[in-house]
């Protein structure tokens, strides 16, 4: 069993930058591949990017190049570096965990998740 907490969300005008941060508890940290999803009202839940084992990462198009994801196996966490954020990037944001290597687009593959972090944008 693996729990998720995610923190740092908050209001941001347009332009700025947070961090979120992911941590685990529960079993061995390093052995799961690790997600970033964000949800708006009245959409779908969408994938931002993901990071393995080793630190390989992937990205959605609508942030690449302006979030960064990294994780600290020896603290247990995974974070999330948003610059240059934009009204649209306004959602809940959740991490999410898999019992393997991860490295999946799709919510359902992941069995663990946080409770969700909410990031406002403003214009």
């Known amino acids: 069993q693996v729990q998720l907490v995610e923190s740092g969300g908050g209001l941001v005008q347009a332009g700025g930058s947070l961090r979120l941060s992911c941590a685990a508890s529960g079993r061995t940290f390093s052995n799961n591949g690790m997600a970033w999803f964000r949800q708006a009202p009245g959409k779908e839940r969408e994938f931002v990017g993901c990071?393995?084992?080793?630190?390989?990462?992937y990205y959605s198009d609508s942030v690449k190049g302006r979030f960064t994801i990294s994780r600290d196996n020896a603290k247990n966490t995974m974070y999330l570096q948003m610059n240059s954020l934009k009204p649209e990037d306004t959602a809940v944001y959740y991490c999410a965990a898999d019992r393997g290597m991860g490295g999946y687009t799709t919510a359902r593959m992941y069995d663990y998740w946080g409770q969700g972090t909410q990031v406002t944008v403003s214009s």
């Open positions: 990071i393995g084992r080793s630190g390989d990462t």
